[in-house]
T-cell receptor, first 111, second 117 residues
């Protein structure tokens, strides 16, 4: 069974204070690892897809990296508008399309 | 481009009533997913369709839940009869599935917040 564990559960940063969120996963044959951002009262918003170990993706202040066991979402010089819950999800092998989601990291960036 | 559209955004009803949630996927997407989100269990897949055909409904909690996709631009999730433990946020997502290789991301609607009294 695919498993995804995200840490920390909650993170408070000062504006400009860089940090990283962790997503550890167990899946037999990763077809894709996905990062989403979710704001209160909204649906998850797609950020990145990573397919193989060593891959990296960047968007503005966010950078996602992938190893064979975990993924990191690095946030450089965050701003208050980066406050949200960040979700990680994995997709395993075969024809199943199911995403297994972690419980998320709630990020608060203080001005 | 219009994203995934869900309606209603909020639904409050009494136990035992029928509830119907609606979803319009992104045009051109051939896969549609229904998820449920709760504080205790997070995001859970209920069912997904590929080319309007239900493929995996193993996440549907009980026979009280049913889903249909009569055409490529519309899907419903129905709960009959509803119970208080069905209270949650229900999300619809869509993606373009290529049938193999790299999986494309799922794009989510803003959900229906369902409260069963």
């Amino acid at each position: 069974e695919d498993q995804v564990t995200q840490s920390p559960e909650a993170l408070r940063l000062q504006e400009g204070e860089s940090s990283s969120l962790n997503c550890s996963y167990t899946v037999s044959g990763l077809r894709g690892l996905f990062w989403y951002r979710q704001d209160p009262g909204k649906g998850p918003e797609f950020l990145f897809t990573l397919y193989s170990a060593g891959e990296e993706k960047e968007k503005e202040r966010l950078k996602a990296t992938l190893t064979k066991k975990e993924s990191f979402l690095h946030i450089t010089a965050p701003k208050p508008e980066d406050s949200a819950t960040y979700l990680c999800a994995v997709q395993g092998p075969g024809s199943a399309r199911q995403l297994t989601f972690g419980s998320g990291t709630q990020l608060t960036v203080l001005p | 481009d219009a994203g995934v559209i869900q309606s209603p955004r909020h639904e409050v009803t009494e136990m035992g009533q029928e509830v119907t949630l609606r979803c319009k996927p992104i045009s051109g997407h051939n896969s549609l997913f229904w998820y449920r989100q709760t504080m205790m269990r997070g995001l859970e897949l209920l069912i997904y369709f590929n080319n309007n055909v239900p493929i995996d409904d193993s996440g549907m909690p009980e026979d009280r839940f049913s889903a249909k996709m009569p055409n490529a631009s519309f899907s419903t999730l129905k709960i009959q009869p509803s119970e208080p433990r069905d209270s949650a946020v229900y999300f619809c997502a869509s993606s373009f599935g290529t049938g193999g290789g790299r999986e494309q991301p799922q794009h989510f609607g803003d959900g229906t917040r369902l409260s069963i009294l």
